[in-house]
Nanobody, 125 residues
Framework: QVQLVESGGGLVQAGGSLRLSCAASGRTFSRYDMGWFRQDPGKEREFVAAISWTGVNTYYADSVKGRFTISRDNAKNTSYLQMNSLKPEDTAVYYC??????????????????WGQGTQVTVSS
């Protein structure tokens, strides 16, 4: 069992930056691939970024590529999402998720077994 808690969301002006953190409980954090997703009210939860359990491989949605960076610190049981050059369309609730490795980085929700409660990110224009 893995419990995930996100933090770091807030209100920021367009062009600004935020860093989200996802703290995991349990001693098996390093076994899991980690993903970040986001959801606007009335829309589907969409993939943002993911990182392999080793931290070697990362993958990003086209909409955030070059602006967001995912990382992890297995010693601290924490995953991070650094978000730069934020745009109003990045406004959403951001969720972190953990899933057992499948051989390739997963971008679909169904692969992830554990989810955090979400943190709100609001980007004003």
């Amino acid at each position: 069992q893995v419990q995930l808690v996100e933090s770091g969301g807030g209100l920021v002006q367009a062009g600004g930056s935020l860093r989200l953190s996802c703290a995991a409980s349990g001693r098996t954090f390093s076994r899991y691939d980690m993903g970040w997703f986001r959801q606007d009210p009335g829309k589907e939860r969409e993939f943002v970024a993911a990182i392999s359990w080793t931290g070697v491989n990362t993958y990003y949605a086209d909409s955030v590529k070059g602006r967001f960076t995912i990382s992890r610190d297995n010693a601290k049981n924490t995953s991070y999402l650094q978000m730069n050059s934020l745009k109003p369309e990045d406004t959403a609730v951001y969720y972190c998720a953990a899933g057992l490795p499948t051989g390739s980085i997963a971008t679909t929700k169904r692969v992830y077994d554990y989810w955090g409660q979400g943190t709100q990110v609001t980007v004003s224009s």
